[in-house]
């Protein structure tokens, strides 16, 4: 068990350090947009360079790489269009991210894995204890994840989160690969969502919080959600 934590932690690890070098080659202007092509978020190993190299490094990884990634949706950016699965009726039935977004102020935690370690002990119930308030502060939560809708619900059930907590299955990780939110945890279970919180309004993504790897820290906890929803909900 513990060998395998770290195993998914290194690999995680690695894909936030490309993450890191895309955003710093960027910033930098010597990479262009067009440099940086479009496809899914590989985590293959990257060398890991000092900071003073990090913007060469990675344009050099880039332009010599046969891989491709989706750069990282950010803040002011659209939800992408299309499907989540959830259980209706005891059916798993397709929700589109118009039914979960349009109009709505949505608080979305999305996690590596239903059940899991952290995920299960720490990240969602901070949601779940929270949903309340996020409710009265003019929001719904949802929890999304590429497990399948069967998981998602047992998950809800078992930590009391149902009627508090929407479940979102991204069962082929299309939504999470096209915000460039993935990470490739291959034999535990192939790709999954990186952890983040997200706050999206009206389809649009107000405030992100993307974790390093798997880890788990405040940046995505649910007291840093409600704190910026409020901000959110203050600047219409
Ligand atoms: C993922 O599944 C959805 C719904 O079944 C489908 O529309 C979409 O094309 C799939 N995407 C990929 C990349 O397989």
């Known amino acids: 068990m513990c060998a395998f934590v770290t195993s998914v932690a290194s690999l995680s690890l690695r894909s936030s350090v490309r993450a890191v070098c895309v955003s710093v080659a960027v910033k930098s202007g010597r990479v262009s947009g067009a440099a940086i092509r479009r496809g ?13 190299t990090l913007a060469s490094s990675a344009r050099r ?5 046969a891989s491709s990634l ?3 949706i950010k803040e002011g950016d659209p939800f992408p269009k299309g499907t989540f699965m959830q259980m209706k009726d005891g059916k798993p039935t397709e929700i589109s991210t118009d039914d979960v977004f349009k109009g709505k102020t949505v608080v979305v935690c999305s996690v590596p894995g239903a059940f ?12 779940v204890n929270l949903a309340d308030q996020f409710r009265s502060a003019g929001a719904e939560v949802a929890c999304l994840a590429t497990n399948d809708p069967f998981v998602m619900e047992a998950w809800m059930k078992m930590r009391s989160a149902e009627g508090k907590v929407i479940p979102l299955s991204d069962g082929n990780a299309s939504l999470l690969q096209q915000m460039g ?49 409020k901000q959110v909900m203050a600047t219409a």
């Open 116 to 127: 899991t370690g952290t995920c299960n002990a720490r990240h969602l119930p901070g949601f």
């Open 70 to 72: 989706r750069m990282m």
């Open 181 to 229: 939110l993935t990470v490739d945890t291959g034999k535990f279970g192939g790709v999954r969502s990186r952890r983040f919180s997200m706050i999206v309004k009206d389809g649009v993504v107000k405030k992100l919080n993307v974790e390093d790897g798997t880890s788990f820290t405040d940046a995505s906890s649910a007291e840093t959600a409600l704190q910026q929803l």
């Open 61 to 65: 990884s880039y332009s010599n790489s």
């Open 40 to 52: 899914q978020f590989v985590t293959r190993a990257a060398p890991v360079s000092r900071p003073s």
